[in-house]
């Protein structure tokens, strides 16, 4: 129940394509859903999170799809850059619970060619 | 705001070492976490301070502890070094208020030989 499953794995995307990852999550008591990117040696930097009181939040080029009842949230580049090439991780966390513990999806590398 | 700053950025022991990794959050940040990170098992949570208290706990052995000052920086440690604990060691820092945003430092790479 603490999983969070992030497909794909990998991604290949034109430059100007829409590049979309997918999580899903079982646990019902998570209510921060945040998305990270990471390039080769760096530390995650915080992209866009969501809480799911909503359905959708949009952020410059990069957007959540929240779906609650399927458990389900996506990430959607618009307008894919040959710098938004990294690694990409879906969390999920009970952050109503006081808690920092962030579960992560297994991670996708977008690859955006020029 | 300086970012969350990790010393050393890089490390290599040998089997049944032990090793002390640091962080410093970003300045007014109370709570401090820390995560193993490898290409097998990616991003796992080890564990949670606030206010120099372990809030939680993941799941890796007694090996693995840590601690937090007055002043919020916090250290790990891990003895008994195995191959296995060979890992990029990330430390975030937040708030702690409702907004549940957590800033990562740039790791620790340990190389256990």
């Known amino acids: 129940q603490q999983q969070v499953k992030q497909s794909p794995q990998s991604l290949i995307v034109q430059k100007g394509g829409i590049s979309i990852i997918n999580c899903a999550y079982e646990?019902?008591?998570?209510?921060?859903f945040p998305w990270y990117q990471q390039f080769p040696g760096k530390g995650p930097a915080l992209l866009i999170a969501i809480r799911p009181d909503v359905s959708e939040k949009k952020e410059g080029r990069f957007t959540i799809s929240f779906n609650k009842s399927a458990k389900q949230f996506s990430l959607h580049i618009m307008d894919s850059q040959p710098g938004d090439s990294a690694t990409y991780f879906c969390a999920a966390s009970r952050g109503s619970s006081n808690t920092g513990k962030l579960i992560f999806g297994q991670g996708t590398t977008l690859q955006v060619k020029p | 705001k300086a970012g969350v700053t990790q010393t050393p950025r890089y490390l290599i022991k040998t089997r049944g070492q032990q090793v002390t990794l640091s962080c410093s959050p970003i300045s007014g940040h109370r709570s401090v976490s820390w995560y193993q990170q490898t290409p097998g098992q990616g991003l796992q949570f080890l564990f949670e301070y606030f206010s120099e208290t372990q809030r939680n706990k993941g799941n890796f052995p007694g090996r693995f502890s840590g601690r937090q000052f007055s002043n919020s920086r916090s250290e790990m440690n891990v003895s008994t070094l195995e191959l296995g604990d060979s890992a990029l060691y990330l430390c975030?820092?937040?708030?702690?208020?409702?907004?549940?945003?957590?800033?990562f430092g740039p790791g620790t790479r340990l190389t256990v030989l």
């Open positions: 975030a820092s937040s708030t702690w208020d409702t907004s549940g945003e957590q800033f």
């Open positions: 646990n019902t008591a998570f209510d921060y």
